[in-house]
């Protein structure tokens, strides 16, 4: 699995509403694509107005093709990401790519 994290300190935390409807929207037509397995959004503890955003793929390259796509293609879906304000027109982004290399589960949960 591969994922594509960011984070965003909105300009204005009481955008956040319109921030995730904007994130939900676009979400939904990167989520048409092949490799796509969903995104997350979490809010940063103790930072008003900041997110983490997540976005999950088969892989790193199904992930590129899809960047390609949308940034460079002529498809429909393109075309229609491309007409919505970008993320950072809601405020500053920081960008990780990653790729997954291990996982750790506890054995048993001990319940309290």
């Not at 008003?48 to 460079?72: C, P, Q, T, Y």
């Given at each position: ?5 960011w984070k965003?300190?909105?300009?204005n ?7 995730l409807a ?11 694509y ?13 930072e008003?107005g ?23 293609g002529d ?6 990401w ?31």
């Amino acid at each position: 699995m591969y994922r594509y994290i960011w984070k965003i300190k909105l300009n204005n935390p009481d955008d956040e509403d319109k921030f995730l409807a904007f994130w939900e929207e676009t979400s939904a037509i990167l989520q048409t694509y092949p490799g796509a397995l969903g995104t997350h959004v979490n809010r940063v503890r103790n930072e008003i107005g900041s997110l983490f955003l997540v976005a999950e793929w088969e892989s790193k390259e199904s992930r590129d093709a899809m960047s390609n796509d949308i940034h460079n293609g002529d498809s429909a879906k393109a075309r229609k990401w491309r007409s919505y304000p970008k993320s950072e027109s809601f405020g500053e982004i920081i960008r990780f790519a990653g790729e997954e290399i291990g996982s750790v589960f506890p054995e048993k949960v001990i319940e309290k």
